[in-house]
């Protein structure tokens, strides 16, 4: 299993950015890909998950209408389109792989997408960082 996350630079506050999450070694459909990020001193936090099976997505209230998950299965790839970027964006991304979960609004049924600990495998990160 591999995860492979790419696409982060600086951008200006209210500036959009696209990361991509590149995966071999398992079939999407039976998991669920989360992203994740980690500012300076502070814990690990979920950002967004889609579900491999139905393509439900989940974010989290800080990111929720600015943030939007898609997938490429024709290309192993998994993508987070980030959008009016703030400085408290600014963290190191990562894409990680969890059991197969469902999502529908705020409610999920199997992992909490939030939760660090709800992932098994984990790529690279990728900085992200939000300033003028």
């Known amino acids: 299993v591999q995860l492979q996350a790419s696409g982060g630079g600086l951008v200006q506050p209210g500036g959009s950015l696209r990361l991509s999450c590149k995966y071999s070694?398992?079939?999407?459909?039976?998991?669920?890909i989360g992203w994740l990020r980690q500012a300076p001193g502070k814990a690990r936090e979920g950002v967004s998950s889609i579900s491999g099976n139905d393509g439900s997505s989940y974010y989290a209230e800080s990111v929720k209408g600015r943030f939007t998950m898609s997938r490429d299965d024709a290309e192993n790839t998994v993508y987070l389109q980030m959008s009016s970027l703030k400085p408290e964006d600014t963290a190191v991304y990562y894409c990680a792989l969890s059991a197969l979960t469902y999502y529908s609004g705020s409610y999920y049924l199997g992992r909490d997408p939030l939760t660090a600990t709800s992932y098994d495998n984990w790529g690279r990160g990728t900085l992200v960082t939000v300033s003028s």
């Open positions: 070694g398992f079939e999407l459909n039976s998991y669920a």
